[in-house]
């Protein structure tokens, strides 16, 4: 997973979840309160999609579905 914004295309150490149809993002050994802000757009495999909201250091959601659901690096 790649982002910038707050870190200004740094990919982010660690690996996601996303789920299908679903706004929620999951992550394994990420940081999103320090690499992430809400309004920070990400790249998911090569879909780029706007932060709504960090809600801790493994757990964001997006302002609009995913379209695809699984483990992501």
Same mark, same amino acid.
């Given at each position: 997973?790649?982002?910038?914004? $707050?870190?200004?295309?740094?990919?982010?150490?660690?690996?996601?979840?996303?789920?299908?149809?679903?706004?929620?993002? %999951?992550?394994?050994?990420?940081?999103?309160?320090?690499? %992430?802000?809400?309004?920070?757009?990400? $790249?998911?495999?090569?879909?780029? $999609?706007? %932060?709504?909201? %960090?809600?801790?250091?493994?757990?964001?959601?997006?302002?609009?579905?995913?379209?695809?659901?699984?483990?992501?690096?």
């Amino acid at each position: 997973m790649s982002s910038w914004g $707050y870190t200004d295309n740094v990919a982010i150490a660690g690996t996601i979840t996303t789920y299908t149809a679903n706004v929620n993002v %999951v992550g394994s050994s990420t940081y999103f309160t320090v690499n %992430v802000k809400d309004g920070d757009y990400l $790249y998911i495999v090569g879909q780029k $999609y706007q %932060v709504n909201n %960090v809600t801790s250091n493994t757990a964001l959601t997006l302002t609009s579905p995913t379209e695809i659901g699984r483990a992501h690096v």
